[in-house]
């Protein structure tokens, strides 16, 4: 079993849509949750992260975890085609130098 | 600030042959990263650095050797390819403590 599973898609939703992405995870250790963005042919940026469980917003997207559940959720508003990337889930925990452990990313495709 | 720069950024080798990758940040950053990144497969460690002469083995590190002679240089050396490396790889930094990994644009590698 993968620490971090994440569906690879494809999504496929209209201009305006809000999107839904998800994770779990097996480790209770992971503390930071983060979301990463990643372009076709470019490298991942990071988008948001949380620390802990709660939610984070920022502008458009919000940013989930609920520890209870090792679920993770990334939320898109009013989506754009220019949100059109891959997104991957990401996790570390405090010790072992928050290494960090990836989703395999969602492909997300916003169409006009 | 060119932030991580990856050298070079495209690549064919045969079965057999040997290179070298550079990564290069101008952050100041302790930590350095190696990742492949393969379809359905997420970004997978294959080895990293926690300071200037040091290195330690990832998730994925068979086939593959690194150095961390100076601090902003981290170079992955692949001492004979094979078909099974053929991937997108892709260099990240970070400072200390928790903090954003910054990646580089990558540099895919195809091995004939």
């Known amino acids: 079993q993968k620490e971090v599973e994440q569906d690879p898609g494809p999504l496929s939703v209209p201009e305006g849509a809000i999107v839904s992405l998800n994770c779990t995870y097996s480790n209770s250790a992971f503390q930071y949750f983060m979301w990463y963005r990643q372009y076709s042919r470019k490298g991942p940026e990071l988008l948001m992260y949380?620390?802990?469980?709660g939610n984070k917003e920022d502008g458009r997207f919000t940013a989930q975890v609920d520890k209870s559940s090792k679920y993770i959720s990334l939320f898109i508003r009013d989506s754009q085609p220019s949100d059109s990337a891959t997104y991957l889930c990401a996790m570390s925990a405090m010790t072992g130098g928050f290494k960090t452990i990836f989703g395999a990313g969602t492909r997300l495709f916003v169409k006009a | 600030n060119a932030g991580v720069t990856q050298t070079p950024k495209f690549r064919v080798l045969k079965t057999g042959q040997s290179m070298t990758l550079l990564c290069a940040q101008d952050m100041n950053h302790e930590y350095m990263y190696w990742y492949r990144q393969d379809p359905g497969m997420g970004l997978r460690l294959i080895h990293y650095s926690v300071g200037e002469g040091t290195t330690a083995k990832g998730e994925v590190p068979d086939g593959y050797n690194v150095s961390r002679l100076k601090k902003q240089n981290f170079l992955l050396g692949l001492e004979s390819a094979a078909p099974s490396q053929t991937s997108v790889y892709f260099c990240?930094?970070?400072?200390?403590?928790?903090?954003?990994?910054?990646f580089g644009p990558g540099t895919r590698l195809l091995v004939l």
């Open positions: 990240a930094s970070r400072g200390t403590g928790f903090g954003t990994q910054y």
């Open positions: 949380t620390y802990s469980s």
